[in-house]
């Protein structure tokens, strides 16, 4: 498609909005993801375009006036499926993280306080070509990143004292996850990983302390996962 559609005063139990406003984007948007890019405490609607490698904000203008679309970035290459938002330097300031589905690398945008990024460093994907999904959490234990790529999971865990830096742990697998999560499902405050594959196996719950766990795990049988 070439559009994304907002309902604004969307009531979810009549299933009837006040208004359906369309906002005109390069072809074949991806998942939307909420962002305070300047600190106003209103967020705004963070997507990427696959084919043109761009990354676009729908702001917030004012009450009862069309929002905005604003082209956060651009890339040669890369083909991005995914934005993660996350204050990577600790600054106070929403950075985002892009994964490129055609390179071994998530694209690192760091934000100036005002929605205007620069490309810092890229954190490295040690598996093969490319990234196609990305999630972030923390817990107990620190900072989390979860890659999933061309038939492996990537755990990426934050250095001490070094914001931004992180060591990783590859899990090969047979399938290739459409989509992972980070959350605390079972109540423990240990992060899990929640995956989303493609094949045969559907979905599987890897359960935390998520990086003494990952290196442990035999490929595609995890003794701590649960298929859903």
């Known amino acids: 498609g070439t559009e994304l559609t907002l309902l604004r005063d969307f009531d979810p139990e009549k299933g009837e909005a006040k208004t359906a406003i369309a906002i005109s984007t390069d072809p074949d948007p991806r998942p939307v993801r909420l962002a305070d890019l300047n600190g106003n405490g209103i967020p705004e609607l963070v997507f990427p375009t696959f084919r043109s490698n761009k990354i676009w904000a729908i702001e917030y203008p004012g009450p009862e006036q069309t929002p905005r679309l604003r082209e956060l970035a651009s890339f040669k290459e890369g083909w991005p499926r995914q934005v993660t938002p996350l204050d990577l330097n600790q600054d106070g300031k929403m950075d985002l993280l892009v994964p490129m589905s055609v390179q071994e690398r998530v694209v690192v945008l760091l934000n100036d306080g005002q929605g205007h990024f620069i490309e810092g460093e890229a954190i490295a994907y040690p598996g093969r070509v490319g990234v196609h999904t990305l999630a972030a959490g923390q817990d107990k234990g620190g900072r989390y990143l979860l890659a999933g790529g061309s038939r492996a999971l990537v755990l ?73």
């Open 156 to 228: 990426y865990r934050e250095r001490k004292e070094q914001p931004g830096k992180f060591e990783s742990i590859l899990l090969p697998i047979i399938n290739w996850p459409n989509w992972v999560e980070l959350a605390d499902v079972d109540g423990d405050d240990w992060l899990d990983a929640v995956i989303a594959n493609q094949g045969p196996q559907e979905s599987e719950v890897i359960y935390g302390p998520l990086w003494d766990i990952f290196g442990k795990l035999p490929v595609n049988s995890p003794d701590n996962a649960k298929l859903d």
